[in-house]
């Protein structure tokens, strides 16, 4: 069939995608009459095909094979009023060997005749088109046609024509193949039009025409105007469609094309005078005005109407004065067996949703062949149920798209049948049909939430808890965070989607991108429900520094400092060498830098040991192992005694445990687990009594302080205490030793800044009842009282006073009663803060 672009543009004019055509949808007023495509609706009908043995009619578009002894039945559907007392229908049917025939002959470039005409074409009785009719067929036939006259039909004509001209019977074959391909694209852009598929665009509908009916529909030019984008589809339909319309062109175009489908439907049906083959010219002229004088023979074709039958449309033309209007279709059954058709895997479906099972084809032929089959259905032998499914065939003619979305079954395997018209058709292989996981029971494996931390990479994650086969996507969204956008996490699963049970599944988490924090995992699985799982994001686990810390033997136990970050989050800590005992952090700890821990070594722990630390982190299950973590070292260092001497005695009796200020004194220091060159060091137990903390190894001098190792576990260190610190400081000292650590803190005494007295004298003036007195010395302003005894002091009278020509020597004034106690008695001074007074050197 030859059609031009306007023709046939105007057929599907509103009917491409809604992105290029603009629709105006106009009912008739009678529901049963539908709207052809933008074209004149001739009337509607259902032409089915009854099988032999009895049974169900199928619509003739939907059979496969047309054998003798069925039977063709018309029922009309709708035949306009002004026509229904007159319109008749012919039909007509070309036997299977004479389309072979035709073709071979066609191959093999050789005009085949036949001794029987007859046997080339079937015509069928006329029939009143208002009246059901049914018709056995006499031969399996390939071809199916109708010629519906609105005036009426004279078939003996068409008859006479036929036995004539025999050769037509190929371009009739022709005719009924590309009137079912614009037939099967004008229901395809119709079903598109009325109801989009958001999922796909309507590109992806027409690829999946191209697949069945192996033309290649190129892209459309969405800019062109709908005309031109009609005639590009048409002429991908057929090449020989680019040019005219053979039923309508006008003869001086028809004479011009070749011998084809076109001049032999207008000769056969329409009566157009046109020569179309050499040598034939004047025949073929003739036939108009011999055979079918006042006929207007016009292309049709037929639109679906669902379970109502089908529409005859065609080009909407008013009829010529004294002129005959008759409407030509045909169709092709395509005359073959059910292809052969066999799963590519055991297929793993869930119940509930639309699924795609992969169906591959030897050859492209039998994959177009399976949209034809019907009557889908999964069986089962374990649960003897046979299930009607919806099942369609994948736009590549290779995969079955099953939609399980209203089915009831029970989990199972099952195996797809089908019906080849009346004969069954089974696909080999299995569907195994499953329930979508349970999202609800989904969690992380242990160890995957664990290594999920902030900031430390890709790290993959496994899920468990349920069968994985049907996840589709995962987006993470973090909780609370509004203007958090959902992001994709890659997966993957041990088999593969829709592989079978896979009770795992891996997931690749960018924790660069992901703060620390509670997150939804949105799972979507196959049919798109989505739930949610929960997961935490866990801060950057504690790090140490300075390890590995050391535990000394001999020891009850031992306090240890840890150094590192985020220490607050340990909450507990192990070890195979000793128990640990962490003290708490402060409750409003962030990042703390240090931590103090009791360590109590084990009774199997020896000297040398280096053994890790198993911590125990906040949110974080197994714990973290600290390798080379803790030291065992031999016993501490430890000040067992001492003996001291000063320079000079003081002018001022020591209280026990004094150390005079000011004045040199030596400390000769015995210990155990002295190394040759032990650090010592000096501090103030009180802090703020401290004027410079010492620290010296021994040989070593640091002003007039010196510390020597006199062997035999004994050091001996001079110094000025005061240097030290202040009147008051509880002087300590500690020996470190670089293997087994620092001893515990051996007090030396207390620094005490004495006066220094050089001369006492008391006059004969009175001070009340006092006598004044004469103290001269250094350091005089730390007395407060002097007297006779440790119990009865007298305040001092004033302050000290430099004395002229020796500034470092200052005289005080005392006030002591006369006589006193004894001649030359000694006086007794208060210092400062002191309740009792102190013997001194000065006497009277």
Same mark, same amino acid.
């Given at each position: 069939?030859?059609?031009?672009?306007?023709?046939?543009?105007?057929?599907?004019?509103?009917?491409?995608?809604?992105?290029?055509?603009?629709?105006?949808?106009?009912?008739?007023?009678?529901?049963?009459?539908?709207?052809?495509?933008?074209?004149?609706?001739?009337?509607?009908?259902?032409?089915?095909?009854?099988?032999?043995?009895?049974?169900?009619?199928?619509?003739?578009?939907?059979?496969?094979?047309?054998?003798?002894?069925?039977?063709?039945?018309?029922?009309?559907?709708?035949?306009?009023?002004?026509?229904?007392?007159?319109?008749?229908?012919?039909?007509?049917?070309?036997?299977?060997?004479?389309?072979?025939?035709?073709?071979?002959?066609?191959?093999?470039? +050789?005009?085949?005749?036949?001794?029987?005409?007859?046997?080339?074409?079937?015509?069928?009785?006329?029939?009143?088109?208002?009246?059901?009719?049914?018709?056995?067929?006499?031969?399996?036939?390939?071809?199916?046609?109708?010629?519906?006259?609105?005036?009426?039909?004279?078939?003996?004509?068409?008859?006479?024509?036929?036995?004539?001209?025999?050769?037509?019977?190929?371009?009739?074959?022709?005719?009924?193949?590309?009137?079912?391909?614009?037939?099967?694209?004008?229901?395809?852009?119709?079903?598109?039009?009325?109801?989009?598929?958001?999922?796909?665009?309507?590109?992806?509908?027409?690829?999946?025409?191209?697949?069945?009916?192996?033309?290649?529909?190129?892209?459309?030019?969405?800019?062109?105007?709908?005309?031109?984008?009609?005639?590009?589809?048409?002429?991908?339909?057929?090449?020989? /469609?680019?040019?005219?319309?053979?039923?309508?062109?006008? !003869?001086?175009?028809?004479?011009?094309?070749?011998?084809?489908?076109?001049?032999?439907?207008?000769?056969?049906?329409?009566?157009?005078?046109?020569?179309?083959?050499?040598?034939?010219?004047?025949? $073929?002229?003739?036939?108009?005005?011999?055979?079918?004088?006042?006929?207007?023979?016009?292309?049709?074709?037929?639109?679906? /109407?669902?379970?109502?039958?089908?529409?005859?449309?065609?080009?909407?033309?008013?009829?010529?004065?004294?002129?005959?209007?008759?409407?030509?279709?045909?169709?092709?059954?395509?005359?073959?067996?059910?292809?052969?058709?066999?799963?590519?895997?055991?297929?793993?479906?869930?119940?509930?949703?639309?699924?795609?099972?992969?169906?591959?084809?030897?050859?492209?032929?039998?994959?177009?062949?399976?949209?034809?089959?019907?009557?889908?259905?999964?069986?089962?032998?374990?649960?003897?149920?046979?299930?009607?499914?919806?099942?369609?065939?994948?736009?590549?003619?290779?995969?079955?798209?099953?939609?399980?979305?209203?089915?009831?079954?029970?989990?199972?395997?099952?195996?797809?049948?089908?019906?080849?018209?009346?004969?069954?058709?089974?696909?080999?292989?299995?569907?195994?049909?499953?329930?979508?996981?349970?999202?609800?029971?989904?969690?992380?494996?242990?160890?995957?939430?664990?290594?999920?931390?902030?900031?430390?990479?890709?790290?993959?994650?496994?899920?468990?808890?349920?069968?994985?086969?049907?996840?589709?996507?995962?987006?993470?969204?973090?909780?609370?965070?509004?203007?958090?956008?959902?992001?994709?996490?890659?997966?993957?699963?041990?088999?593969?989607?829709? /592989?079978?049970?896979? +009770?795992?599944?891996?997931?690749?988490?960018?924790?660069?991108?992901?703060?620390?924090?509670?997150?939804?995992?949105?799972?979507?699985?196959?049919?798109? !429900?989505?739930?949610?799982?929960?997961?935490?994001?866990?801060?950057?686990?504690?790090?140490?520094?300075?390890?590995?810390?050391?535990?000394?033997?001999?020891?009850?136990?031992?306090?240890?400092?840890?150094?590192?970050?985020?220490? +607050?989050?340990?909450?507990?800590?192990?070890?195979?060498?000793?128990?640990?005992?962490?003290?708490?952090?402060?409750?409003?700890?962030?990042?703390?830098?240090?931590?103090?821990?009791?360590?109590?070594?084990?009774?199997?722990?020896?000297?040398?040991?280096?053994?890790?630390?198993?911590?125990?982190?906040?949110?974080?299950?197994?714990?973290?192992?600290?390798?080379?973590?803790?030291?065992?070292?031999?016993?501490?260092?430890?000040?067992?005694?001492?003996?001291?001497?000063?320079?000079?005695?003081?002018?001022?009796?020591?209280?026990?445990?004094?150390?005079?200020?000011?004045?040199?004194?030596?400390?000769?220091?015995?210990?155990?687990?002295?190394?040759?060159?032990?650090?010592?060091?000096?501090?103030?137990?009180?802090?703020?009594?401290?004027?410079?903390?010492?620290?010296?190894?021994?040989?070593?001098?640091?002003?007039?302080?010196?510390?020597? $190792?006199?062997?035999?576990?004994?050091?001996?260190?001079?110094?000025?205490?005061?240097?030290?610190?202040?009147?008051?400081?509880?002087?300590?000292?500690?020996?470190?030793?670089?293997?087994?650590?620092?001893?515990?803190? $051996?007090?030396?005494?207390?620094?005490?800044?004495?006066?220094?007295?050089?001369?006492?004298?008391?006059?004969?003036?009175?001070?009340?009842?006092?006598?004044?007195?004469?103290?001269?010395?250094?350091?005089?302003?730390?007395?407060?009282?002097?007297?006779?005894?440790?119990?009865?002091?007298?305040?001092?009278?004033?302050?000290?006073?430099?004395?002229?020509?020796?500034?470092? +020597?200052?005289?005080?004034?005392?006030?002591?009663?006369?006589?006193?106690?004894?001649?030359?008695?000694?006086?007794?001074?208060?210092?400062?803060?002191?309740?009792?007074?102190?013997?001194?050197?000065?006497?009277?």
């Amino acid at each position: 069939m030859r059609i031009t672009k306007a023709f046939m543009a105007s057929k599907l004019l509103f009917l491409i995608a809604s992105s290029f055509l603009a629709i105006e949808t106009a009912l008739a007023a009678e529901s049963l009459v539908p709207i052809c495509a933008g074209t004149l609706n001739v009337g509607s009908f259902r032409l089915l095909v009854t099988p032999a043995s009895g049974g169900t009619p199928l619509p003739l578009h939907d059979v496969n094979i047309l054998e003798p002894g069925e039977k063709l039945k018309y029922e009309p559907v709708h035949i306009a009023p002004a026509i229904k007392d007159k319109a008749k229908i012919a039909l007509l049917l070309v036997p299977t060997d004479t389309v072979k025939a035709h073709k071979d002959s066609k191959d093999s470039d +050789e005009e085949k005749k036949h001794e029987k005409n007859g046997d080339d074409l079937e015509i069928l009785p006329a029939h009143p088109a208002k009246d059901p009719g049914e018709w056995p067929v006499p031969k399996r036939s390939a071809v199916v046609g109708m010629v519906f006259g609105p005036h009426g039909l004279d078939v003996k004509k068409v008859s006479s024509l036929v036995e004539k001209n025999p050769e037509l019977i190929s371009e009739l074959t022709e005719y009924a193949e590309q009137t079912a391909k614009v037939e099967a694209l004008v229901e395809l852009l119709t079903e598109y039009q009325q109801a989009p598929d958001t999922s796909r665009s309507l590109e992806a509908a027409l690829q999946g025409f191209s697949a069945q009916y192996n033309v290649a529909v190129p892209k459309l030019d969405t800019s062109a105007s709908t005309t031109q984008q009609a005639a590009q589809m048409l002429s991908a339909v057929s090449p020989s /469609m680019q040019s005219y319309d053979p039923l309508t062109a006008p !003869s001086t175009a028809m004479v011009s094309q070749t011998s084809g489908l076109a001049g032999s439907v207008a000769m056969l049906f329409f009566g157009t005078p046109v020569g179309v083959a050499a040598g034939s010219t004047g025949l $073929f002229l003739n036939l108009h005005s011999m055979l079918f004088p006042n006929n207007d023979f016009r292309s049709a074709f037929t639109q679906s /109407m669902g379970t109502k039958g089908v529409a005859l449309c065609a080009k909407a033309e008013a009829e010529k004065a004294r002129t005959r209007v008759a409407y030509l279709w045909m169709m092709r059954v395509p005359d073959v067996p059910a292809p052969p058709v066999a799963l590519a895997e055991t297929a793993y479906v869930p119940a509930g949703t639309k699924s795609t099972l992969k169906v591959p084809f030897s050859t492209p032929e039998q994959a177009r062949l399976l949209p034809r089959a019907h009557a889908w259905e999964l069986v089962s032998g374990e649960h003897h149920t046979e299930v009607p499914t919806k099942v369609t065939v994948g736009p590549a003619g290779d995969s079955l798209e099953l939609d399980l979305t209203k089915a009831k079954l029970a989990p199972g395997e099952y195996h797809l049948a089908a019906m080849w018209d009346w004969t069954p058709m089974e696909v080999h292989g299995t569907v195994d049909v499953r329930p979508l996981a349970d999202v609800s029971k989904v969690k992380l494996a242990q160890e995957s939430a664990d290594h999920l931390i902030e900031n430390s990479g890709t790290v993959k994650a496994q899920l468990r808890g349920t069968d994985f086969e049907f996840v589709e996507t995962i987006a993470i969204t973090k909780i609370g965070d509004r203007k958090s956008a959902p992001k994709d996490v890659p997966f993957t699963l041990p088999k593969g989607k829709a /592989m079978g049970n896979q +009770e795992t599944l891996e997931a690749e988490f960018d924790t660069s991108a992901l703060p620390a924090g509670r997150y939804e995992l949105a799972m979507t699985q196959t049919g798109g !429900s989505t739930e949610k799982v929960p997961i935490t994001v866990h801060p950057a686990n504690p790090k140490f520094e300075d390890l590995p810390v050391r535990a000394n033997l001999g020891e009850t136990q031992q306090t240890i400092t840890l150094h590192g970050t985020s220490l +607050e989050r340990l909450t507990r800590l192990t070890s195979s060498a000793a128990t640990l005992e962490l003290a708490p952090a402060p409750a409003d700890a962030h990042n703390l830098k240090e931590r103090h821990a009791t360590v109590k070594l084990l009774p199997a722990a020896h000297q040398g040991d280096v053994a890790s630390i198993d911590a125990f982190v906040e949110g974080i299950d197994a714990p973290l192992e600290i390798p080379d973590a803790l030291r065992v070292a031999g016993p501490r260092p430890k000040i067992t005694g001492m003996s001291r001497s000063f320079a000079q005695e003081p002018d001022v009796v020591l209280q026990q445990g004094e150390i005079p200020a000011g004045t040199a004194a030596s400390f000769a220091l015995r210990g155990e687990g002295l190394e040759t060159r032990p650090l010592l060091g000096l501090t103030c137990a009180n802090e703020g009594f401290v004027k410079q903390p010492v620290a010296l190894h021994s040989g070593e001098k640091n002003g007039t302080i010196q510390l020597d $190792f006199a062997g035999q576990g004994l050091l001996f260190l001079s110094l000025d205490p005061g240097l030290v610190g202040q009147s008051g400081c509880q002087l300590t000292a500690t020996v470190t030793s670089e293997s087994t650590g620092e001893s515990d803190p $051996f007090t030396l005494g207390r620094i005490i800044r004495l006066p220094r007295l050089a001369k006492f004298s008391l006059t004969d003036q009175k001070v009340g009842d006092l006598y004044l007195g004469h103290l001269v010395g250094r350091d005089l302003e730390t007395i407060e009282k002097t007297g006779w005894d440790a119990k009865t002091g007298y305040p001092v009278q004033g302050i000290p006073a430099p004395v002229p020509g020796s500034p470092q +020597e200052q005289t005080l004034d005392v006030a002591l009663p006369w006589p006193p106690p004894s001649p030359h008695a000694p006086i007794y001074v208060w210092l400062r803060g002191e309740t009792e007074g102190r013997l001194t050197d000065a006497k009277y």
